[in-house]
């Protein structure tokens, strides 16, 4: 008999999980009972308009903002309550919305300052280089000079230099050409192939899409349906896109 054939299947846990997390300002609640499941090397879209919940979402995962109720776990452990610097410590990235770069740095400056949490700034170049080859024609250039773009390629070669097993990318696209957009999304896809799991927060959800294998509307707080792109593309269109 082929062992294989009654071997119990062994379901893989998940980098990160949100178990019924609710979150609020003051006395307003946002987030009202999250749940949500990045799978290692995949990359998971949260998608909803403005108000959703999704960069408070974000901030609970990441260790920036406490959750009133519910759990965060990172493979399996709780994490909830932690803080971001030891959250990213165990491997979870967020770039935030705005690029979060030194701008009076120049690029080379701003990846030293990644070289505090303990690698080699060869190390830290060559990783930034092969995936941004921009950044290294610019490793002169004081930061704040250069397109957004090109910032938000420096942010990502920054994050990606502490060798994240989680990256959190909170509105990738926002400010930026569709053709940037686009380059960027390209480069999200070859990561998540080195087995790097991404939840990437967006408002405009054709730019994700295509690079996305979850996809999760949420609105009003809550997330409302879970799925591959191509089978939440009726609730994509009824939930805010017009379609």
Not at 47 to 68: D, I
Not at 88 to 97: C, D, N
Not at 201 to 217: C, H, K, P, Y
């Amino acid at each position: 008999m082929n062992p294989s054939i009654d071997a119990p299947v062994v379901e893989e846990i998940p980098l990160l999980s949100l178990r019924g997390v609710r979150a609020a300002y003051g006395n307003i609640d946002v987030l009202h009972g999250v749940d949500l499941d990045v799978p290692k090397g995949t990359v998971v879209a949260l998608l909803g308009p403005n108000g959703a919940g999704k960069s408070t979402t974000l901030k609970v995962a990441c260790g920036l903002m406490a959750a009133k109720a519910g759990k965060v776990l990172v493979a399996g452990r709780d994490v909830t309550g932690v803080r971001a610097e030891e959250l990213a410590r165990r491997g979870l990235v967020t770039i935030p919305e705005g690029k979060g770069v030194f701008p009076n740095l120049t690029v080379r400056e701003n990846l030293i300052v990644a070289t505090y949490g303990g690698q080699k700034l060869a190390d830290i170049e060559e990783v930034a280089y092969g995936r941004f080859p921009r950044l290294k024609e610019r490793r002169q250039q004081v930061a704040g000079t250069m397109s957004g773009g090109e910032q938000q390629m420096l942010a990502m070669a920054r994050g990606l230099a502490s060798n994240p097993a989680i990256l959190l990318l909170d509105e990738l696209s926002m400010g930026l050409a569709p053709l940037v957009v686009e380059e960027l999304y390209g480069v999200v896809a070859q990561i998540a192939q080195s087995g790097i799991s991404i939840l990437v927060i967006e408002q405009f959800a054709r730019t994700v899409l295509g690079v996305a294998d979850i996809a999760a509307i949420m609105l009003n707080g809550r997330v409302r349906a879970i799925g591959s792109p191509d089978e939440i593309e009726e609730e994509l269109s009824s939930a805010y896109l017009g379609g």
